[in-house]
């Protein structure tokens, strides 16, 4: 167990609707990660958020949108979902103390499917 | 921009040999070098990491991986393969200023009895 709490784990919808993805990060953990993990892609940074400020931005899409709250919980939003936004959506932590990349603790993963 | 390149996108090996899993980066700083691994549905768990100290990285599990800057490499390797090594193994690379990491393609390792 990471300590990373995602949820839900799965998730079924259709073309054109809006999700919400919810991560709970590891006690003292104030840096969210979330990435996106699909066969055709690999694993693809999305965004982090360190102690509620946006601190960087990858191959996310104007469509998907998050943000870190006071008690470092951070959904992830993904609105007029396409058939290709179908994967498995990762969140991950780290205390990031200034030292340098450490190790990032994942979730399990939401399993997002649109149909 | 930064990239790890995996050599290989299956692996199968006996149980009880030599387990070689292949990255190599781009970089032109000394990168942090990571390797991380993912059992069936579950998260990605960090096997090692580099960060300058050693070239060679002793990570949990009796993995290890050396880091050459000449062949800008950080292959993993294990010496002895268990059942429970079946998982698909990323090598993931940052920049020392950057927190975020850039994953290879993974490697999917199965073990043969």
């Known amino acids: 167990d990471s300590g990373v709490t995602q949820t839900p784990k799965h998730l079924i919808t259709a073309t054109g609707q809006r999700v919400t993805l919810r991560c709970s990060p590891r006690s003292g953990d104030l840096s969210v990660y979330w990435y996106q993990q699909s066969l055709d892609q690999g694993l693809q940074f999305l965004i982090q958020y360190y102690n509620g400020e946006e601190r960087a931005k990858g191959n996310i899409l104007e469509r998907f949108s998050a943000q870190q709250f006071p008690d470092l919980h951070s959904e992830l939003n993904l609105s007029s979902l396409e058939l290709g936004d179908s994967a498995l959506y990762f969140c991950?932590?780290?205390?990031?103390?200034?030292?340098?990349?450490?190790?990032?603790?994942f979730g399990e993963g939401s399993r997002l499917t649109v149909l | 921009a930064q990239s790890v390149t995996q050599l290989g996108s299956h692996v199968s090996v006996s149980e009880g040999a030599l387990v070689l899993l292949r990255c190599n980066y781009s970089s032109s700083v000394p990168p942090y070098l990571f390797w991380y691994v993912q059992y069936p549905n579950q998260g990605l768990q960090l096997l090692l990491k580099y960060t300058s100290a050693a070239t060679l990285v002793k990570g949990i599990n009796g993995f290890e991986a050396e880091f050459k800057k000449s062949e800008t490499s950080f292959h993993l390797t294990k010496p002895s393969a268990h059942m429970s090594d079946a998982a698909e193994y990323f090598c993931a690379v940052s920049k020392s200023n950057d927190y975020k990491l850039s994953f290879g393609a993974g490697t999917t390792v199965t073990v043969r009895a």
């Open positions: 991950a932590s780290s205390v990031d103390l200034g030292a340098g990349p450490g190790e990032l603790f």
